[in-house]
């Protein structure tokens, strides 16, 4: 890149982030490219340190497991969802869209269909919650009724989702600073002023497969559940940005954001069992500091309201995709913001509807059976880009209807739906049961069948595939492009 576009590069980022972002699923080119790796950081680590991490958290410590080997289910299942997440954000640089548009190569443009349609029920579902939480944390602290406090929260993180990519970048990136310095402050004072009972800390003798597995499986699924919308928020980065680089700073803010929160909410359930995950959180910060409780819900709530935005721009983004494999849609600021509104303000209401104890209640079940959906996806999405088509795309024709991508792609399809399939027995859910999970006495190993099942299925089928004719277009499909990304080696 040359230094006028440098130059170009960062006073169009500066005079774009005081106004509403203009594009939405489309191309972007790479005049309007631009970015820190930090950003990738900031952005994941602030995006996960919030308080709906907390519920993944405490599921050990309900389940009887004690505050030791929760957190060690907790690492173990964080770093094994952070891998497959960290790894679509190298996408976002060298193709310029966002996560879902991508899709098309693998499923078809009609048989993606479903896959957003799922993306945009996660979408739906963590604003829900956000929301629900926000507001039942907001009347904890004094600062309002659950419902009222919802609706302004909920209407607020719109606001960030409608002026876009470049404000979720800067909130998150400012948030990430105080979080540190708060989350800083409560391990220490934890470790060294309050402690822990003896039996919380214990290694022999305390631990259990059973629960062990289930907070592994936990904080898999929960992670995974981000993989729908990583290069939506590396999209803007020039294509010269080292996918190694970009994969390992995304690893790192969203793996120790989300373990950072739900350490802590294993220490609020260890420390108040009987409290709901806010106010055991906030009994656990004033044993710190008096006050200090209310300081990290504060913190804590920023982060959830920003990440809530998050969910909203990327479901919008996905309501668009779909709507442009029905028909060719034209992807203007309009049409985002429409969508935007349709996405949060439905679910705003429903997230101030529900019971305020809702999260403590039904967390886990919401989060698994969105994660089964997803997971076939991300295996199929990823040996795709890094194995079968090594990055080779043509952006143009992702967006033909007509195009070498077909309406259609019974591999994509074929491999999705027999791992989902293979799931099934490994299942562990309130309303239902797998065989295998049951005689493995309640041990949840969906996660870990269906992601290699899809993966290798994929990778078999496609070996009968000609892309000869595929790649040999790529060229000059894109010849209009202000860039051609190069394909990884």
Known sequence: MSEQTRVYTRSSSARSALKIETRSIDYV???????????????????????????????????????????????????????????????????????????????????????????????????????????????????GSATSSGLVLGLASIVFAIFGYHWLHVGQRYTTVVLLVVLALFTVGIVFGVGFPTE??????????????????????????WAFFVSDYSRYM???????????????????????????????????PKDS??????????LVVPGFGAVLLVIGGIAL????????????????????????TSPTRSLRVKMIALTGVSATIVGVLLPTDFINTTFYTILAVLAYLMAPWTAVNL??????????????????????YGRWNWRGITAYSIAFVSMIPFMYLSFYQGSVAIYLGGVDLAFFVGIPVGAFLYWLLCLSQDLSHEFSIIHAADLDLDTVAKPIS
């Open 29 to 143: 080119p790479l005049l309007e490219r631009h970015g820190r790796l930090s950003d990738q950081a900031t952005i994941w680590f602030a995006g996960s340190a919030q308080l709906l991490s907390l519920a993944t958290g405490a599921i050990g410590i309900s389940l009887g497991l004690n505050l030791t080997w929760t957190l060690s289910g907790l690492l173990l299942g964080t770093v094994l969802g952070t891998i497959p997440v960290a790894a679509h954000a190298s996408q976002g640089p060298h193709l310029g869209l966002p996560q879902m548009v991508q899709t098309r190569p693998q499923f078809g443009r009609h048989g993606a269909i479903f896959i957003w349609l799922v993306a945009v029920a996660v979408y739906w579902g963590y604003v829900v919650l956000n929301v629900n939480l926000m507001g039942a944390t907001a009347e904890q602290l004094g600062l």
């Open 200 to 225: 919380q800390v214990s290694i022999t003798g305390t631990f259990q497969f059973t629960p062990f597995l289930m907070v592994v499986s936990a904080s898999l699924a929960y992670q995974l559940s």
């Open 238 to 272: 020039p294509p010269t940005t080292s996918p190694r680089s970009i994969i390992l700073y995304t690893a790192v803010g969203a793996g120790t954001g989300v373990f950072a929160m739900e350490a802590v909410g294993a220490v609020g359930a260890a420390l108040f």
């Open 277 to 286: 995950l806010t106010f055991a959180l906030q009994q656990s910060g004033d």
């Open 305 to 328: 309201l920003i990440f809530n935005g998050m969910c909203v721009y990327g479901g919008a983004l996905t309501l668009i995709t779909a709507m442009d494999s029905v028909a060719s």
């Open 383 to 404: 040996v795709d880009y890094f194995i079968i088509r090594k990055g080779r795309y043509s952006i143009t024709e992702i967006f033909n209807p007509a195009g070498i």
